[in-house]
């Protein structure tokens, strides 16, 4: 049973350790570097920020239908 | 929360993707996406029907008690894995594969090994659903299908992951969008999970109780690293695109993938509280299911906080309308599973339908409606028609929703009492079975109103793949794109006047 | 974040330290807990947990996982203090690790439409009840929800039937019906009911505090 608390502490630790590891070295490559520029990879010129691309189809007879 | 000098974004030097790059990507998706999509719906449908008899058969169990293929025992699994394998699954897959393709601005490659992987897949659901109704299911829960399904599984996924990286690689774009982690994280896990499981459960790899941990390790993963990355990717795809408005937070979203990579696997455990397991085992999960809060804070904020100012647009568009209920319902489906993980509503709720409603709310509430959303979003684009009625679309969604919403709080209430009830040994078992049945029932009635609105939307759907609605004028916008303009700033202008909400 | 590697990397680390900690380490764990010998009062030991016999008990459990009676009916009882399993009469302990060690795989159960099944064995040791529980729930549960199980019998009106070798029959108890009904279980029935018989955790184990 000690051994195995040994074994989960050390899994653990090391788990810990790894991530920090990967987060210093994320900054320090510059991973993160103008990040929230990426949220913009979704939009184009033909589909901009600003401009919605879904609604209801219209009806063919009356075209206001689409808002309930 | 934009300023309007945010909202223009910083000029990218991104390549420009114009309407016929697009065009070209959704057309090479077409034939696949739209085969893993109509047999998805093929399964909802079937699950439905399933659904219904089981549910039917817990009030009423002499109902078509005379077949040995539709005993409840045998009904509930099919009814399990033709809605997790069949529709999750296989829409799920539909719309990772149009996520990928437009996310890495490249054309969808190997279409006809996607398409064999597509009618590979049927078939495995078909056969894994008639042996579990024939009585060769495994009766572990969500891996009710015999081991031997694992094989082509693995191998529809072997193909799944080398098409992804493959794509990645190659990719036009050079940023890797927030969803593309989501899926990417989600084709390595899910076959590792069930081929894993699998392993564990059927060899001797596993003994005893570590056979329970193993089927709740997976069983709860395929909630959490399969289904729900596929539909935080959709919702972090759609919800910004339709809307126009880039994430709130991209800094969060990086936060939330990992912090949810890291701690929903130790949540599965929580399942066994109170069972014969070592202490450390259940307080492990107990502390997964607690950091949980982390990636479904950072999650809600950035889906949320997106949508605020925006909220009149749900009239507007059936994409949005499904996806936001979806986010809004992962956000309270994981904060109820962290509480439930608690010792102290564990005791209660553990063993009744109270988890049978957690459950519904997570796969059915969260990713099912986020499903629906995609779906309605991605298809017209691929089959180049609309869709062909509003009204039809309205019923799906006010169908389902006000279902699942009966079905949850019916149970959640009934749940709960069962196990307070069960918890008192001075109320004898017999009584607690007959108070549940009018919350049996009303189950059924919740759940009739889902099956009718997915029937709408099989009519929707069928229609569309006939090509019977109205041209699309040009290749990715509905025709009414004005009147949208239109109808969207008038409703600005309403809720300015704060007449709306 | 533009590197797949890295993804792919944290995406397996995260996943590979789940498995160890939930599945592989109590399996270890679990795999170092032999049988124990049980004295009683005559001299004679036992090993716990007893395997299932071959014949039946083992066919049983086939049976068990096949009508899917794990949907509604647990096999484990919590503890005293957490829920009322004891005060029930599920169980005169809780279940442990060891009770399970032997089991391939445990049907440990999420849900109780029905009650618990650990000490079944025990609770309802007459075979004629699990025989005419299984043929109709109402008999000998009414209001009980469970669905019935007549597949697994063949039933006969009038008179008594000679049941083939190894079997039985079992007289219904008296109905709105006019003639007297027998039932004769089927082989699947009869292994059923030898499993569920089988189920008791009834040795005191000093883990058990």
Known sequence: MTNTLIFIWAVVLMLAFSSVAALVWAVASGQLGEFQKGATCIFDDDEPIGEMTDNFPASHSKSSESTT | MNTPSQAKGPQHN????????????????????????????????????????????????????????????????????????????????????????RLCKLPL?????????????????????????????????????????????????????????????????????????????????????????????????????????????????????WLTPIGLASAYYFIPKVLGRPIHSYYLSIIGFWTLALFYNWAGTHHLIGG???????????????????????????????????????????????????????TAVSVQGSLT??????????????????????????????????????????VEREWISSRLIKVHFWCCAIGILMYWVGLSIGGWLQGTWMNNPDIPFMDIVRRMIPYLWSRSIAGTLMTIGHFAFGIL??????????????????????????EASMLKAISDAGVDE | MNRISLIMAGVFATVIASLFGLVLIPSMQFQQMPPKEIFAADGSTTMYPVALEDFREAPGKEVYRSMGCVYCHSQQVRPEGFGADIDRGWGQ???????????????????????DLANIGVRQPTEAWHYLHLYDPQITSPGSVMPSFKFLFQTTVGKEPTPPLGSLVIQLPETSASEPTWIVPSVRAISLVAYLKSLAQKYELEEVQ
């Open chain 2, 461 to 486: 759907v069928w229609k569309m793949l006939r090509r019977e609605g109205g041209w699309l004028v040009d290749p990715t916008l509905f025709v009414s794109r004005k009147e949208a303009a239109a």
């Open chain 2, 276 to 330: 014969p397991l070592p202490a450390w085992l259940v307080t492990v999960g107990t502390v997964g299911s607690m950091m949980m809060f982390v990636p479904v804070i950072t999650v809600a904020v950035n889906h949320h906080l997106t949508m605020v100012g925006n909220f009149s647009k749900l009239r507007v568009s059936p994409t949005l309308r499904f996806i936001v209920f979806g986010a809004m319902s992962y």
């Open chain 2, 341 to 382: 993980a608690l010792r102290t509503v564990n005791e209660t709720g553990h063993f009744t339908h109270y988890t049978i409603a957690h459950a519904h709310l997570g796969v059915y509430s969260f990713f099912t409606m986020i499903a629906f959303g995609s779906m309605y979003y991605v298809m017209p684009r691929l």
């Open chain 2, 14 to 101: 991104f390549d420009t993707m114009d309407v016929s790059v697009r065009a070209d990507i959704d057309r090479s998706c077409r034939e696949v996406v739209l085969l893993w999509y109509a047999s998805s719906v093929f399964w909802l449908l079937l699950g439905s029907v399933l659904a219904l008899v089981a549910s039917i058969k817990l009030h009423t169990p002499g109902f078509l008690a005379g077949s040995e293929w539709l005993t409840f025992g045998r009904v509930r699994p099919a009814h399990l894995n033709t809605m997790i394998y069949g529709w999750a699954s296989m829409s799920g897959m539909g719309t990772l594969l149009w996520l990928m393709a």
């Open chain 3, 93 to 115: 302990r809780r279940s442990v690790p060891r009770d399970y060690v032997l089991q391939n795989p445990p049907y440990l159960g999420t849900m109780r439409t029905g009650p």
């Open chain 2, 109 to 225: 490659p190997w279409r006809e090994g996607l398409m064999i992987a597509g009618l590979y897949w049927n078939g495995m659901v078909a056969i894994g659903t008639w042996q579990i109704l024939i009585g060769n299911g495994t009766s572990i829960e969500w891996l009710e299908f015999p081991w031997w399904i694992s094989i082509p599984l693995g191998a529809t996924f072997l193909v799944v992951i080398a098409l992804s990286i493959k794509m990645l690689r190659e990719r036009r774009e050079k940023h890797l969008y927030v969803s593309q982690w989501y899926l990417f994280g989600s084709t390595i896990w899910f076959p590792f999970l069930y081929i894993g499981a699998t392993i564990l459960i059927h060899s001797p790899a596993a003994v005893g109780v570590a056979k329970g941990t193993a089927n709740w390790w997976f069983a709860h993963n395929v909630l959490g690293l």
